[in-house]
């Protein structure tokens, strides 16, 4: 069975950071990308970044680029966002999910909450 | 970049046929594969056509995609609803640097 099990989330000020932690288990986390996406209350999916398999390529989409940092421990198997910089608009459901193999994502973690509000 | 333009909701009976759009702003729609992922409320997305009309095992042959050049569209095609079925429909494509791109999102009521 896999598991995407994301943590970090909550209530953060506007300007301050947050590490967001994406914790992989029943497959095998180091052979595959990951991807954050994130939704808004109320609103649609919006993809965030990517990160390669070995962690050598990254992307980013351009409403977090400069902000955001994706990275992994493929010895831990586990996944992250460094998020800084933290706006009123980034607040969010955070989804973790990988291809897993796949041509699509299979693999969608439950979602971890971050609410920027001072 | 390009924008996936999606309805923002649609409504059919059950046991009938529904058809939900996704229109490319700028660029070919044919250029780059179309996804369709179902998302039922208060759970993560899923995945139900990918490539353009390919379905993961476990989906139901009721779904089915499709792209339509001339309307620069993609459609995800529902046939004997079920209320199982009610969700919300996101469309998702690849820009030039393989980079994923998301519709809005229509959210399918079945009553």
């Known amino acids: 069975q896999v598991y995407l099990v994301e943590s970090g989330g909550g209530v953060v000020q506007p300007g301050r950071s947050l590490r967001l932690s994406c914790a992989a288990s029943?497959?095998?986390?180091?052979?595959?990308?990951m991807h954050w996406v994130r939704q808004a209350p109320g609103k649609g999916l919006e993809w965030v970044a990517l990160?390669?398999?070995?962690?050598?390529?990254?992307f980013y989409a351009d409403s977090v680029k400069g902000r955001f940092t994706i990275s992994r421990d493929n010895s831990k198997n586990i996944l992250y966002l460094q998020m800084v910089s933290l706006r009123a608009e980034d607040t969010a459901v955070y989804y973790c999910?990988?291809?897993?193999?796949?041509?699509?994502?299979?693999?969608w973690g439950q979602g971890t909450l971050v609410t920027v509000s001072s | 970049n390009f924008v996936l333009t999606q309805p923002h909701s649609v409504s059919e009976s059950p046991g009938k046929t529904v058809t939900l759009s996704c229109t490319r702003i700028?660029?070919?729609?044919?250029?780059?594969?179309v996804l369709w992922y179902q998302q039922r409320p208060g759970s993560s997305p899923t995945n139900v056509i990918y490539?353009?009309?390919?379905?993961p095992s476990g989906v139901p042959d009721r779904f089915s995609g499709s792209i339509d050049r001339s309307s620069n569209s993609a459609y995800l095609t529902i046939s004997g609803l079920k209320t199982e079925d009610e969700a919300d429909y996101y469309c998702?494509?690849?820009?030039?640097?393989?980079?994923?791109?998301f519709g809005g999102g229509t959210r399918l009521t079945v009553l």
């Open positions: 490539e353009d009309n390919q379905r």
């Open positions: 990160t390669s398999y070995d962690g050598s390529n990254k």
């Open positions: 998702q494509s690849y820009d030039s640097n393989s980079l994923l791109v």
């Open positions: 999910a990988s291809p897993g193999g796949r041509r699509y994502l299979n693999y």
């Open positions: 029943g497959f095998s986390f180091r052979n595959y990308a």
């Open positions: 700028s660029g070919t729609i044919g250029s780059n594969y």
